[in-house]
């Protein structure tokens, strides 16, 4: 079009704001491109918008203030059953036989030890929900839970519900300024993806760590994220300044800069945190199979997931009307060929 022209059509400012596509809808498609352009553009803007405010509102709500700032159960223990606070009966799960302060708490008496039942075998929570359901009511809230196990734990879980649409409300009224200011300093989007590379360069390889090696420390991976951060800010910057006009948006949305940066925050980190976590491992405490039992124990107590994957484990209830979890050796087994396919395939 440019060359049927004679001229650019757009600028480089112009392309980098994004409007080469526009232009091309319009000459092609003409007024109805315009309009369905427009429809695709803000459908694209409220469901990319929304998604993000709702992950960040969840991140907030269940990954900070549930866990550290108002936890169901305040000091609870590790192993420890959230809704009544005792320890399950060794016998049910393999990963509590060698746990000496687990047989001692119960004194090997199982009227000690855990007794709260599933969800779906509870027959208060079964009256709760047909009580709940009735849509004609002369009250104008629904009538509180009574189920003597779940019942505290679902009337929490509802807090948390109620305190995450406030953040919603309050993150997307934050939101709305924040974008208003990107757009008067000039910010771009094309910049934002570099600035971001280059401040999250630091956090895949300690994330991945967490989840991928056992030894990984806390220590170290926090260490790994902020070493990694700093180091790749601090080599973007300084790159970008050796460009003729200093630290500005156009240097610091070069390509050389930022790569270095990125680069430098995703190597610093991985090899921070593997050096920081293998320095601060308590070798005479560690087990392997403790560790990744950490992993199992994560969980909603309302619906354990040792229920929803029982049949893919083989698992069936046992007399005492319990679900019994899979071992760590049964889950390595069983998924041995996913692992070994994530890792060919990366």
């Not at 649409?165 to 924040?178: V, Y």
Request: charged share 20%.
């Amino acid at each position: 079009m440019e060359e049927w022209q004679g001229s650019p059509i757009l600028s480089s400012i112009d392309i980098e704001k994004g409007l080469a596509v526009p232009v091309v809808v319009q000459v092609v498609l003409g007024r109805t491109g315009e309009y369905m352009l427009f429809l695709a553009i803000l459908m694209a803007i409220m469901s990319i918008g929304s998604a993000e405010v709702i992950a960040v509102a969840s991140l907030i709500v269940y990954d900070v203030y549930q866990p550290y700032i108002n936890p169901f159960r305040k000091n609870l223990k590790e192993g420890e059953c959230i809704l009544c606070g005792k320890y399950p009966w060794p016998s049910t799960d393999t990963y509590y036989k060698d746990r000496i302060i687990a047989i001692d708490t119960i004194d090997n008496d199982e009227s000690k030890a855990c007794s709260c039942k599933p969800v779906v075998e509870c027959s208060g929570c079964t009256e709760d929900k047909e009580m709940r359901s009735f849509k004609k009511t002369n009250l104008g809230v629904k009538k509180p839970y009574k189920c003597k196990v779940h019942g505290l734990y679902k009337h929490y879980q509802d807090d948390l519900l109620n305190f995450k649409n406030w953040c919603i409300l309050w993150i997307t009224l934050f939101t709305i300024p924040l974008v208003l200011f990107s757009n008067w300093v000039g910010l771009n989007l094309g910049w934002l993806f570099y600035f971001n590379g280059v401040l999250l360069g630091g956090v895949p390889i300690p994330v991945a760590l967490t989840v991928l090696w056992s030894k990984v420390t806390p220590a170290g991976m926090i260490s790994g994220t902020l070493s990694g951060c700093l180091c790749g800010l601090s080599l973007w910057l300084g790159i970008a300044s050796m460009y003729e006009g200093g630290v500005t948006l156009e240097n610091t949305g070069r390509d050389i800069p930022t790569f270095v940066g990125s680069a430098v925050a995703l190597g610093v980190s991985g090899i921070v945190c593997v050096v920081v976590s293998l320095y601060t491992l308590d070798r005479k405490k560690f087990n392997e199979e403790e560790e990744w039992n950490k992993l199992r124990n994560i969980e909603n107590p309302l619906h354990p997931w040792a229920i929803t994957y029982a049949r893919d484990f083989g698992r069936v209830q046992d007399v005492t009307s319990r679900f019994v979890r899979p071992t760590y050796a049964a889950m390595k087994s069983r998924f041995r060929g996913s692992r070994i396919t994530a890792i060919v395939i990366g």
